[in-house]
C-alpha cells in the first residue's frame, strides 16, 4: 500500500508565516510538520509515498527532506498544477503514482496521535471502496460533517461547513481510497468555491454503499491556523515527553 500526503495551498490562516514558507515546513514540536504524517505512514507499514506540493515550494520541501533516507522511507514529489483547485483536484495528481493499488491519503497540516495501524489493517480488510477517520470536534462547522444512522454503523451522507451539523462529529484529513476515487473525481463539478471538493468524491462512495469509517480516539488537529498551530506544538510536546518520536 501507498501514500500520498497533500501538501500545497497558500496557508492563508497562517499569514505573515506563511509568506515566507509552506505551512507544512512550519514547526510543530521539534520538527516540520510534515514529518507528522511521514512517520505515521511510515509506523503504518507504508514506505512508497508521494507528496504533492505547490511549484513554489518544491525546493524547499526537497531540501528539508531529501528522498526519504533519513526516515527509511521513499519520496517522490508532485506538483499540483492547478493550485487552488481543491483537495481532490491535489489528488488527481497521485493517480500515476498509485496505478492500481489502495492507498492512504493525509492532509499535511493533520497533526494526531492515534496510530495508523488498525485502521490500515481494517481498510486492507475492506474488499473495495473507501475509509474516512472522525473525530468529534467542538465546533463541527469548521468542516464536512457526518450524518450518522441511529444505530452509529454507517455515515448517511457528508455536508460541507454546515450551519446546523448533523452530527458534532468531522471528517478529518485523514482517507483511504481504492482506484476507483479518480473515476469518481473525474465525475465531479467544481463547488461554488471552483474546488473539486472531497467531501463530494466521499458522498458518491456513500451514494454506492462503499464509504466506512473509524473514530480516532487519541487528539487530532487541524494545524492550519494560528491559535491549532499552538496547540499542537503543546501536544507535540507533551507527546515527546512520554516518549513520542516528535
Request: with cysteine; hydrophobic share 35%; charged share 20%.
Amino acid at each position: 500500500m501507498k501514500g500520498v500526503i497533500l501538501a500545497g495551498g497558500s496557508g492563508t490562516r497562517l499569514k505573515p508565516l506563511t509568506q515566507i514558507m509552506n505551512k507544512h515546513l512550519l514547526p510543530v514540536g521539534r520538527s516540520p510538520m510534515i514529518f507528522w504524517p511521514i512517520l505515521k505512514l511510515k509506523e503504518a507499514g507504508i514506505k512508497e509515498i508521494l507528496i504533492v506540493t505547490n511549484d513554489e515550494h518544491l525546493h524547499s520541501f526537497k531540501k528539508v527532506l531529501g528522498n526519504g533516507e533519513e526516515f527509511n522511507v521513499n519520496l517522490k514529489f508532485q506538483t499540483q498544477v492547478n493550485e487552488g483547485g481543491g483537495i481532490a483536484d491535489a489528488l488527481m495528481c497521485a493517480q500515476n503514482f498509485i496505478n492500481e493499488e489502495k492507498f492512504v491519503v493525509i492532509l499535511g497540516d493533520n497533526v494526531f496521535e492515534d496510530s495508523l495501524s488498525p485502521y490500515v489493517t481494517a481498510f486492507i480488510a475492506q474488499d473495495s471502496g473507501a475509509r474516512v477517520l472522525l473525530k468529534e470536534v467542538k465546533d463541527p462547522t469548521r468542516y464536512g460533517v457526518p450524518q450518522i444512522d441511529r444505530e452509529g454503523q454507517r455515515i448517511l451522507s457528508i455536508i460541507e461547513k454546515p450551519s446546523n451539523p448533523p452530527s458534532s462529529y468531522c471528517v478529518t484529513g485523514i482517507y483511504m481510497y481504492d482506484k476507483s476515487v479518480f473515476n469518481y473525481i473525474n465525475s465531479i463539478k467544481p463547488s461554488n468555491r471552483n474546488e473539486l471538493e472531497i467531501t463530494d468524491v466521499n458522498n458518491l462512495y456513500i451514494q454506492n454503499d462503499l464509504l466506512q469509517f473509524d473514530i480516532l480516539k487519541g487528539w487530532w488537529i487541524d494545524a492550519g491556523t494560528h491559535e491549532s498551530l499552538y496547540q499542537a506544538n503543546q501536544y507535540s510536546f507533551q507527546s515527546f515527553k512520554k516518549g513520542g518520536d516528535q
